[in-house]
């Protein structure tokens, strides 16, 4: 994969969105009402993926005129991204559930519970 993936909250949202189910394409405005995230928020996201080959994206095909509107952007998780994504989900769901090394888990604010 061309691009390291820093796994955050917002990348692990739209990760999880894919892997509802790995064979929907999903569009932009579709991935914004799904994640609650707007679009100078989303993009960026995308694009990295994309870069690091855990996403691919295509145009639709469609006659513009005839649907009345423009192609959309389709994204689909690709094979690897299903492995790779599956995997940094579960590295982070058990750094959020424990503390390294102390056995307490973390509070989503900070600090130790």
């Known amino acids: ?5 820093r796994m955050t ?3 692990a949202r739209v990760l999880r969105v894919f892997l509802d189910d790995v064979a929907q394409p999903r569009y932009g405005y579709e991935l914004m009402r799904l ?11 995308l694009a ?3 870069r690091a080959g855990w996403l691919t994206k295509e145009i639709e095909d469609i006659d513009p005129a ?3 509107r423009p192609a959309r ?8 991204g299903i492995q790779a994504a599956r995997l940094a989900l579960a590295v982070l769901s058990e750094q959020l ?11 989503p ?3 130790l519970v």
Not at 1 to 5: L, R, S
Not at 35 to 45: A, E, I, Q, R
Not at 73 to 80: E, G, N, P, T, V
């Open 97 to 107: 559930r424990l503390a390294p090394g102390t056995g307490r888990r973390l509070r």
């Open 9 to 11: 909250i917002t990348v």
């Open 48 to 50: 990295r993926l994309e």
């Open 109 to 111: 604010h900070g600090g």
């Open 35 to 45: 994640t609650g995230y707007p679009s100078g928020k989303l993009y960026p996201v």
């Open 73 to 80: 952007r389709l994204y689909r998780i690709s094979a690897d």
């Open 66 to 68: 005839i649907e009345g």
């Open 1 to 5: 994969m061309a691009d390291e993936v």
